[in-house]
């Protein structure tokens, strides 16, 4: 009964916190949105004369590109993608260089990439869940813990690829090897920060949640 007591009076008291942090949401995008009636001076200035706007505006927004096109810029998420793809094109060459090693190399190569976009997908999956949820029931640790059971794969493809370097015969491929396990490395580490990043900040039930996904 006292445990009943307690998980009702938490939920009473997040169910009346809810406006407050989603008030205070709105108010801080409200900072950076149009005809939230905060108005900068310099924007509205005029040249005298010709009633067009002073290129003020232009420089504050970041103006830079010809024709007035915004380059889109990849996420982390779709630029390790193509860094693993990458790297599995290389290894498919050392496989076909070294036939008495090819279908090793090439099954944990197509592997890698196989579970590089799985990981991908869970972490996507994990970042797309809102401030107010994670406040409340914190992050998406059923979509994190896939992540970190798929890093674990990751390690062991990696430590039998190691191995197999040893046994190639052509010094150029070695090294090309030891380019791609360090790629892989790297975006690795990569992957183990970006869950330590959603696993960070405070929520009143994370550590519910977290015992139910165990």
Do not use: C
């Amino acid at each position: 009964m006292k445990t009943k007591n307690i998980f009702t009076l938490l939920f009473v008291f997040a169910f009346l916190l809810a406006p407050a942090f989603s008030n205070a949401q709105q108010e801080q995008q409200g900072i950076h949105e149009a005809g939230t009636g905060l108005e900068n001076p310099e924007l509205k200035e005029t040249n005298q004369g010709t009633g067009q706007a002073v290129e003020t505006t232009g420089a504050l927004l970041g103006e830079g590109n010809q024709g007035g096109v915004d380059e889109e810029v990849p996420s982390q998420g779709i630029t390790r993608r193509n860094r693993v793809a990458n790297a599995v094109q290389e290894m498919e060459g050392i496989a076909i260089r070294n036939a008495g090693l090819g279908t090793q190399i090439r099954t944990l190569a197509q592997n890698q990439n196989e579970n590089q976009n799985q990981m991908e997908d869970a972490l996507q999956a994990a970042q797309q869940r809102s401030g107010f949820a994670k406040f409340l029931i914190g992050p998406n640790y059923g979509q994190l813990k896939d992540v970190e059971e798929r890093l674990e794969n990751h390690n062991q493809n990696l430590e039998e690829l190691k191995e197999l370097r040893n046994q190639i015969q052509i010094s150029s491929d070695q090294v090309l090897l030891d380019q791609q396990i360090q790629t892989m490395e790297e975006i690795k580490v990569e992957l183990e920060e970006a869950v330590g990043e959603e696993q960070r900040g405070f929520s009143l039930f994370g550590w519910l949640n977290r015992l139910i996904v165990r």
